[in-house]
């Protein structure tokens, strides 16, 4: 199934305008196409980009910009209208209107400005930082107001800051541990969420699912071990990793073991401490290939001296592994050959027990978006067209087909304009309150 880029509204939400049966999946690749082709013309029309990033732009403050439709937020700060994105309204305080909206505010927003009043290529030795003190930023609307008197002498300035829709925390279809990617020496059972060593030699058992990118929290519950700490092991390894050693045995696996030690290519990691587990214990695993890193908690505890808020921001300082890279697989197994223990894995299947951080997906598998929460940084407005607009491209075209019919060509104004007839209620609210919205701002 597609993944949907661009978060503003679910699938969920749209099925419910259309009216589709949520359990019908006959459409959900189709609509999920035409959300995101919905909301890359939302942009169009809004001149705005709703990717989260940083972002770097330059304003010539001496130059106006004519007025254009703007569905995030209304005229508060004009009777005269909307402003496009990346445009300066002149006035006694300079309003300056970036083009992503919901600023980051937990990164600094820096505003500089070039005192020879030009953009020069050697610009990085003339801008001058603005004191903070002399502008304020509204985070949801993305404007920046930079007061008189400091605004009077500006005219060239540049603004760093990060802006954009946070992805919402994704869901996943749950993996299972691969019969056919495991050692002799373990079992599987119980839908293979369960292995089970038998003492007879090292080894390992693997995931169906690899994956490269994502952030993932799994929890292995040690059901079963016959020494205390046990010499079972849990964690991860690339795709090249072979079943007959145990999982941290090879440059290309990375485990904790039962003693508390991180270990990877045969060698304890130098610097972490955790504590030993044995049976009754449950260890989890974040582990966050966006960043290259991943922690383990046991029984809720954070090892290492990591912290949540850490794990949230993707600090890798109190991570067990660091610089992870490539494609990876979970995996569980028996670190000295001699150990009689079950391991049960939640991939996802059931809840947790520990909390997830921001970000990351309960369990690990295919991501799936299908059926994810609407991200909170989306505003209402921008939900609600996203809505009408990719109504009306569901009525109006094939999957295949859009952005090559001339309606496209019109305009994103335009295109908010579908019929009313065969909607709901609600959704046919929403088309007369657009309709509206832009014959009043145009």
Known sequence: ??????????????????????????????????????????????????????????????????????????????SRGFHDAGSIRVSRDQIITLTAPVVDLAVPVVVEYDPVRKFTLAESLSFVVVDALNFTVDADEGRIFLRHPTARGFQYLRVTYTGGFALPVQGVTPTTLDPN?????????????????TGAGVGSAFTISKLAAGKFMIEF?????????????????????GTGVAIGEGADSFGYRGDGNARTGAADVAGVTADTFAAG??????????????????????????????????????????????????????????????????FGASSFSASLPAGFASGFGELDNSNQNLSAS?????????????????????????????????????????????????????????????????
């Open 1 to 78: 199934m597609p993944t949907i880029t661009k978060p503003i509204i679910s699938l969920d939400d749209l099925k419910v305008q259309l009216p589709i049966r949520q359990g019908n999946a006959e459409f959900d690749a189709r609509l999920l196409s035409l959300i995101d082709v919905a909301t890359a013309q939302i942009e169009t029309a809004t001149r705005r980009n709703f990717t989260k990033q940083a972002y770097v732009e330059r304003f010539n403050t001496s130059l106006n910009t004519k007025r254009v439709l703007d569905l995030l937020g209304t005229d508060t700060y004009s």
């Open 378 to 442: 989306a505003p209402t407005d921008l939900k609600q067209a996203a809505i009408v607009q990719a109504m009306f491209l569901f009525k109006k075209f094939d999957a295949e087909n859009v952005g090559s019919r001339r309606d496209k060509k019109q305009g994103g104004a335009a295109l908010l304009f579908p019929s009313i007839g065969g909607l709901t209620p609600e959704a046919a609210s929403l088309v007369t309150r657009y309709k509206k919205l832009i014959k009043g701002s145009s």
């Open 221 to 241: 519950k040690i059901d079963v071990s016959s020494s205390s700490p046990t010499d079972l092991v849990v964690g991860f390894a690339k795709t090249s990793a």
């Open 281 to 346: 214990d449950t260890i989890t695993l974040f582990l966050d290939l966006d960043n290259g890193a991943a922690w383990f908690a046991k029984n809720g505890v954070l090892q290492n001296g990591a912290t949540q808020a850490e794990i949230d921001a993707g600090t890798t300082t109190n991570a067990f592994f660091t610089a992870l890279s490539g494609t990876f697989m979970l995996g569980v197994g028996d670190g000295d050959g001699v150990e009689n223990g079950t391991i049960t894995v939640n």
């Open 181 to 197: 990617n495991k050692d002799a020496s373990i079992t599987l059972s119980n839908g293979n969420l369960t292995a089970a060593t």
